[in-house]
T-cell receptor, first 112, second 113 residues
């Protein structure tokens, strides 16, 4: 089954404790990206990757890092999480320009 | 600055009637628009898209209209069904690449049986 898999689904952590949210897709998509969803703000793009070893900032990249060492994986790293990063996070992939994004099921992160 | 706006946070419609969801944008460089539907506890799923060179695209019960002069697009659902109850996001992609996708804030649609 074609899918984007995120882990974990739920995560509670404390300020400053490094964490990684994993994302994997099995559709051989070149493009992958991360979004956060906050009430009243919709979905905002954090980072995106056009291909292996090619990443760039979205609209809200501060406090986040990503890597794309393999085509299928695109982890989101929070080196020192803060409470304002409490949010619902989505990973997505796409086969190419103008084509739809395929989203994972989301990761609800709470930073205390 | 919100480049893609959905000014109605919520909408209630009777089953069988038409649902019209609206989206306004400010960046004339957007050249591709998409609608996504999101159920609770799930990721958004693609619904329908339209290129800026068109003014209408239809897929079954769903039709998207684009008015470039007004920088406005709308999603029509006819007839509305209870299973359509979800949050709908419009999204826009700019010229020069599809890297940056800008989403609206979403409209929660409730279809009343």
């Amino acid at each position: 089954e074609a899918q984007v898999t995120q882990n974990p689904r739920y995560l509670i952590t404390v300020t400053g404790k490094k964490l990684t949210v994993t994302c994997s897709q099995n559709m051989n998509h070149e493009y992958m990206s991360w979004y956060r969803q906050d009430p009243g703000l919709g979905l905002r793009q954090i980072y995106y990757s056009m291909n292996v070893e090619v990443t760039d900032k979205g609209d809200v990249p501060e406090g986040y890092k990503v890597s794309r060492k393999e085509k299928r994986n695109f982890p989101l790293i929070l080196e020192s999480p803060s409470p304002n990063q409490t949010s619902l996070y989505f990973c997505a992939s796409s086969p190419g320009q103008g084509l739809e994004l395929f989203f994972g099921s989301g990761t609800q992160l709470s930073v205390l | 600055d919100q480049q893609v706006k959905q000014n109605s946070p919520s909408l209630s419609v009777q089953e069988g009637r038409i649902s019209i969801l609206n989206c306004d944008y400010t960046n004339s460089m957007f050249d591709y628009f998409l609608w996504y539907k999101k159920y609770p506890a799930e990721g958004p799923t693609f619904l329908i898209s339209i290129s800026s060179i068109k003014d209408k695209n239809e897929d079954g019960r769903f039709t998207v209209f684009l008015n470039k002069s007004a920088k406005h697009l709308s999603l029509h659902i006819v007839p509305s069904q209870p299973g359509d109850s979800a949050v709908y996001f419009c999204a826009a992609i700019g010229t020069g690449g599809y890297q940056k996708v800008t989403f609206g804030t979403g409209t929660k649609l409730q279809v009343i049986p």
